[in-house]
Structures are given as structure tokens and as C-alpha cells.
């Protein structure tokens, strides 16, 4: 056990944090919009230009081939520079690792990295969502193409999007986890419709994407006929990784914005000790992700116990902004700090986002404890 | 960064687990607790008992203790490791440690909150006690039983106080870091040792016609269970390492950190094993008492989660002003 930085980890960290203090963008991501399309495109190039996107991708993709700890490091430097999230590829990508052949990992790795190619997961429909597997969009087979007709939800950054790693139904006789199967669906075919939800916050990160007879090469199909479930779920233990999807820098940067608060001012003595707790549930989620991404270390997913690191990064999120909420006061419930109360709204996104808490409980109870399967 | 253990620590965590085993007691534990000799030679014979002391005998590091309390604290033996191995190191930094003295109770004040003399923590055939007054390390003797809450802990009164030596400011903090890690490692212990036996018996048990384990309300609870263990574990593993590895007062940081979450945490888990248990959970031969009780005794000494987040919190944004 060592939570010292080898020396190549030292050296690397330390190239980060100069290059963050010269290109970090100062200013917030803006709620929605082009301007957010705008901000994320910029700060995506410039971090993939530079070299610090999929450091512990695979070299032949264009990753940096590191250990999986290496993305640790980058969420505390990102997350203490108060910098943007690093754009979360990673669980896409990773399910094109696993699951794609060697020329489709060549033709859509690279671009998912450099974010010239935008991509969004086409898994939640309205009707299946802790019950993914119900997916009903259908993709069927005509002579050397799929015709793709159905409905996608919650689809973060689709209304940019260039390309979707779809969740289809292509044998509806099978049973419900047999018949899916996942497809590159191209976001400016006709036939693809995307309309923004305004969320409770006011951003429209997430959309609804209407799929109408879309044409789909079988070449796009990614991985065996019928794997679409196992290729499901092996993305979204990925996407529940608190540093493989960039929240851990999220709450460094809004934990240390809190105690720069708090010095600032005379908090009394409730006040200081739920930013302890803060303090402590941001250092204990910390510290388990570096055990987790240590457990990495030959390549193998992060698997059930994933749901583990998932339920406490919520947990260590709604307490951060709990605390945020309470020790801003009247501003955070007035338009001069507008950011705290839709943040906080924002927060209540991590129970259900990526699996929701009671679905994560429930891997958890049979897969890690081995609890009888239930209902 | 590397956060695995070693081949030869999980060789040392599976040793003392099976020691742990071999000395768990019936439930409930015959009061009081006494010395089980056979445990304690195990534990000789293994060269745990002298695991930190310097030179060829000893030479392990705090995160290798902390695995060994883990184990004992899971089986809930009633070995006195933990109050021996904290009184050691006193006396190892003041030049007076002897081997043959062990093992020994460790002291704490009156509140059980802070470092002190008052009362003797681990008595069980303790020859001696050792403790901390402001930097003086004082020894004495172990008086009356104070009457533990933890069945598998002696606690008793100090009479014949000396004092042997004095601490530097640094090895003060080190020890306290020490001892806050090693009582985190033993709530680590306590509540991963509840839960499996909780787990196991939900497992078993038909209600309806079916294990009460596949009822979703008991597995959601169950597995919050298991995020506040595995959460616990990784902050202990880092606390322990923080003794030998940091400055002296980020070490003590590392521990109240530690020791804020397993604190709470173990209560939790404790509490919600009884409710998994329902009433058998409730009656004196079920030992979901037994770990609830060393998770409160070891939750009060040296501060509970609201005292380690007092200490973070003046850490962390200067003293309350």
C-alpha cells in the first residue's frame, strides 16, 4: 500500500497542474445551449491536443496506456484547479474496447478521445429505465442494413451529437436480455429527431431522440448479435466510477470552494462541522476510488463492486451540496448565487443517473453479498 | 499510488484470523471476559504482540496491526491486542518496553475521550497499564473492573501511578495517530463482522415462503451495510498507512478522519445487523449485541465522530474564532 506518488505519477502530476494553470477556462460551463456545446468542444480539444484525455486507454487507440490511477490523479488536479470535468468518454469508449472489432475500435476510438466526434448513449426509453432490458426500440434486419424505428430518453449531450452507441432490440422472439444488440447509429441520418429537455435546473443537457426508419450499416453492429446487454452493462459499470466519468473533480473543486468560504467567514459551530463532514465523505470517497482504480491495475472492470463506489460518490454529492445549499444561505434562494440551487438540483441527478440507488442496492445485495435473488 | 495489499499482509491478516477464530468466544462471552492463554500464546508465537517494536523482532508497520486488530475485532475475540500493542509503543518511546510485561492495558481519561490515566482499556490480564498525562508517559497497575458495556474488553481503574518518561511533541502525535487508526481498524472489524453474520443469516431464514435475504427492503439495507464497510476499509488502510508515511499532524488528520467515519458508521451497520436478525437479534445469545456493544466502546475512546469533526473542522479552517 503506498498513496505516494511514484515518481513518473509525481512527474505527471506535476506537468498537469502547469498546464491547467495556463489553459483551465476561467469561466463556468454555461447551463445549455450552444455556448455549453461550445465551451465542452474547446476544453475537450485543448485537453486532447495536449495529451491528457484516455490516459489509461489502450496507445493504439490514441490513449496513454497509464494505469488506471493515473485517472485519479487527474480528477484531484482538475477538481483543485477548478477546472471543468474532463468530458466523460470513458465508458463509451470502453464498451468499443471490449466489445468492437479491431477496425471499428480504429475508426471511432480516435475521435471519441479527440471529441471531433461528439457521441451520446442511446440506452434509457421511456418505458425502460431501471428496467433497461425492456428496451423496445427495434432494429431490424433488411438485406445489408438495419431499419432502426423507436424512442430514446435522458440522452446527455445528444442534441450535439454526432454519433449514438444505440441499445436495440434486433430479436424480439428472444428473450428480453437475449434479443438486444448494440449499433452505431449516425445522429445526422434523416429520420433522427432530437428534442432538449429542460430540466429541473434549467440546463438541457439531457434530450429525447426519435428514431423513424433510420438506415444503420451491419457493419455498425458492435459485438456479436444478442450481446447487446452484456455490452450495456459492462458501459455502465464504467459510467458509475466516480473518476472514469470526472465527478471526483467535481466535488474537490466545490469542496475546497466551501472551505475557502468558510475561513472567509465566521461560521457557527453546526455550520463548521457538516463541512468537516463534507470534508470527510469527499476524503473517504477519495480514498476508496484509489483502492478501486488500484484493484484495476490488470485491466479487469470495475465490475459489481462498482455499484459500491457509485452509491458512495452519491452519497458524498448530496452531502456537498446539502452543505453548499445551507452554508449559502439566502443567496443560494435569491438570484445572487443562481449556480448553488441549480447545482444542488443538479445533485439529485446522482441517485438516479447511471442506475438508480435502489438498482445499485439491489447488485449490490446479490452480486457482492450474495443475498438470495429476489423480486 | 498503489492501494493493495502486500502478499505477506494478506498472509498476516489470514494468520490472525484464524487466531481470531480459534479464540472467538461463545455467545455470549462468559463474564468476565478472562485471558484466553491459548489466543494470547498464539499471538506470541505468531510475533504479533511485538509486531511494532523496533529491531529484528519486530519492524511491521501500523497498517500491518490495523489488519490484525481487523481480524481479531471480526471474530470479537476478547484478546487485549489492541490496548497492548498501543501501551508498547508508549513505552517503546520512552526506552522502557519489555516484553515479558505483556500484555497490557492502555490508559485513557475518565471520559474515555482523550488520552489520560484513569481508566485501564483492554485490562483483560493485563499486567500493567501505561498512559499518556499532557507529554508524560505514566505507568501503573491495573485496579477494580469498571465493568465493561463490552463484553469482550475489560475496563478497570489505575492505582500506583509513575511516571516513566516523557514524549516529544512529535512521537505524542504519531501515538495518537496510531491509536486512532488502530481503533478505526477495530470498528472496521466489529461491523464487517456484523454484517456477515446478519447477511448469513438472511440467507437462511424463511419468512413467506422464501429466504427474507431476497426481500428487496432487507437487501437495500443490507447492502448500505456493505458500502459503509468497504468505505471504512479504505479509509482505515490509509490512516494506518499515514502513521509511518506523513507528517505527524497530517497523520492525525488521516485518523479522525478515519475514526469520524467508522465511528458513525459502525453503529449503523451494528444497529441495522440486529434489525436483520429481527428478534433473535434481540436476545442475549444472538452476538449482535456483542458487536454493538465493542462498536460503542470503541466509538467513545479517544472521541466520537462529533469530537473528530470538531478537530477536523479547527484542522481544516482554523480555530473557531
Not at chain 1, 184 to 208: C, K, L, W, Y
Not at chain 2, 5 to 18: F, G, V
Not at chain 2, 164 to 176: F, P, Y
Request: aromatic share 6%.
Amino acid at each position: 500500500v503506498n498513496y505516494r506518488d511514484a515518481p513518473q505519477e509525481a512527474a505527471f502530476r506535476h506537468q498537469l497542474r502547469a498546464w491547467l494553470a495556463a489553459n483551465a477556462p476561467a469561466d463556468p460551463v454555461p447551463r445549455g445551449g450552444p455556448e455549453r456545446a461550445a465551451l465542452w468542444r474547446d476544453w475537450h480539444e485543448a485537453l486532447y491536443r495536449d495529451g491528457w484525455m484516455g490516459l489509461s486507454w489502450p496507445t493504439a487507440y490514441g490513449g496513454r496506456g497509464l494505469p488506471a490511477v493515473y485517472e485519479a490523479i487527474l480528477n484531484d488536479e482538475v477538481g483543485a484547479a477548478g477546472a471543468p470535468p474532463v468530458p466523460h468518454v470513458g465508458f463509451l469508449g470502453r464498451a468499443m474496447l471490449r466489445f468492437g472489432s479491431e477496425a471499428q475500435r480504429r475508426e471511432h476510438l480516435p475521435g471519441l478521445l479527440s471529441g471531433e466526434v461528439v457521441w451520446c448513449q442511446g440506452f434509457s426509453e421511456p418505458d425502460a429505465g431501471s428496467d433497461l432490458a425492456s428496451v423496445r426500440t427495434r432494429a431490424r434486419l433488411e438485406g445489408d442494413r438495419f431499419v432502426v424505428d423507436g424512442q430514446k430518453v435522458w440522452t446527455s449531450d445528444a442534441a450535439w451529437a454526432d454519433r449514438c452507441l444505440l441499445l436495440a432490440r434486433t430479436d424480439p422472439d428472444a428473450p428480453k436480455h437475449e434479443g438486444l444488440s448494440a449499433l452505431v447509429v449516425d445522429m445526422h441520418a434523416s429520420g433522427v429527431v432530437v428534442r432538449p429537455i429542460v430540466q429541473a435546473n434549467g440546463d438541457t443537457e439531457f434530450n429525447e431522440v426519435f428514431f423513424d426508419q433510420v438506415p444503420v450499416p451491419v457493419s455498425n453492429l458492435i459485438g456479436e448479435r444478442g450481446e447487446g446487454w452484456a455490452l450495456a452493462m459492462a458501459t455502465v459499470s464504467y459510467e458509475r466510477g466516480p473518476a472514469d466519468v470526472g465527478f471526483s473533480s467535481r466535488y474537490t473543486r466545490l469542496l475546497r470552494e466551501l472551505e475557502d468560504e468558510g475561513r472567509a467567514a465566521s461560521l457557527d459551530e453546526p455550520s463548521r462541522l457538516a463541512l468537516a463532514e463534507a470534508f470527510v465523505a469527499t476524503e473517504v470517497l477519495r480514498l476508496h476510488v484509489l483502492r478501486s482504480l488500484s484493484r484495476r491495475d490488470d485491466g479487469s472492470d470495475p465490475g459489481a463492486e462498482g455499484s459500491i463506489d457509485k452509491l458512495l460518490a452519491t452519497h458524498t454529492e448530496q452531502l456537498l451540496h446539502h452543505v453548499a445549499m445551507d452554508q449559502r444561505g439566502a443567496s443560494a434562494l435569491t438570484r445572487s448565487r443562481p449556480d448553488v440551487l441549480e447545482d444542488y438540483l443538479y445533485s439529485r441527478a446522482a441517485s438516479i443517473a447511471g442506475g438508480t440507488s435502489q438498482i445499485q442496492r439491489t447488485i449490490v445485495a446479490e452480486r457482492v453479498l450474495g443475498l438470495p435473488r429476489g423480486r | 499510488v498503489d492501494v493493495r495489499l502486500s502478499d505477506e499482509q494478506i498472509q498476516l491478516a489470514d494468520l490472525a484470523r484464524r487466531i481470531g477464530a480459534a479464540s472467538a468466544p461463545a455467545s455470549p462471552p462468559p463474564q468476565p471476559p478472562g485471558l484466553d492463554g491459548a489466543g494470547w500464546a498464539a499471538l506470541e508465537d505468531a510475533g504479533l504482540t511485538t509486531l511494532l517494536a523496533p529491531g529484528p523482532a519486530g519492524g511491521g508497520t501500523a497498517l500491518d496491526a490495523a489488519l490484525v486488530v481487523e481480524q481479531l475485532a471480526r471474530a470479537l475475540a476478547p484478546l487485549p491486542y489492541l490496548g497492548t500493542v498501543l501501551a508498547d509503543r508508549l513505552l517503546t518511546a520512552v526506552g522502557s518496553a519489555r516484553a515479558d510485561d505483556l500484555p497490557m492495558a492502555v490508559g485513557f481519561d475518565g471520559s474515555l475521550s482523550a488520552p489520560g490515566t484513569e481508566v485501564a482499556w483492554d485490562a483483560t490480564g493485563a499486567r500493567g497499564v501505561v498512559g499518556l498525562e499532557r507529554r508524560g508517559v505514566i505507568t501503573g497497575a491495573v485496579g477494580e473492573t469498571l465493568g465493561s458495556a463490552d463484553l469482550t474488553r475489560e475496563v478497570s481503574a489505575v492505582v500506583n501511578r509513575r511516571q516513566v518518561g516523557e514524549l516529544g511533541d512529535d512521537d505524542r502525535s504519531r501515538w495518537l495517530a496510531l491509536a486512532l487508526a488502530l481503533l478505526s481498524a477495530d470498528l472496521l472489524g466489529v461491523m464487517e463482522g456484523a454484517l456477515e453474520t446478519a447477511v448469513g443469516h438472511a440467507r437462511e431464514r424463511k419468512q413467506f415462503g422464501r429466504p427474507v435475504g431476497s426481500f428487496q427492503a432487507v437487501q437495500h439495507l443490507c447492502a448500505d451495510q456493505l458500502v459503509r464497510v468497504e468505505a471504512a476499509r479504505s479509509v482505515v488502510w490509509h490512516a494506518a498507512w499515514a502513521v509511518d508515511e506523513l507528517d505527524p499532524s497530517d497523520a492525525v488528520l488521516a485518523g479522525r478522519v478515519a475514526k469520524a467515519w467508522t465511528a458513525r458508521a459502525a453503529i449503523d451497520v451494528c444497529e441495522a445487523a440486529i434489525q436483520v436478525w429481527g428478534g433473535l437479534g434481540l436476545t442475549w445469545e444472538c452476538a449482535a449485541h456483542v458487536y454493538l456493544r465493542r462498536a460503542h466502546l470503541d466509538r467513545r475512546t479517544l472521541g466520537d465522530e462529533r469530537s473528530q469533526l470538531a478537530s477536523i473542522a479547527d484542522a481544516r479552517l482554523g480555530a473557531h474564532r
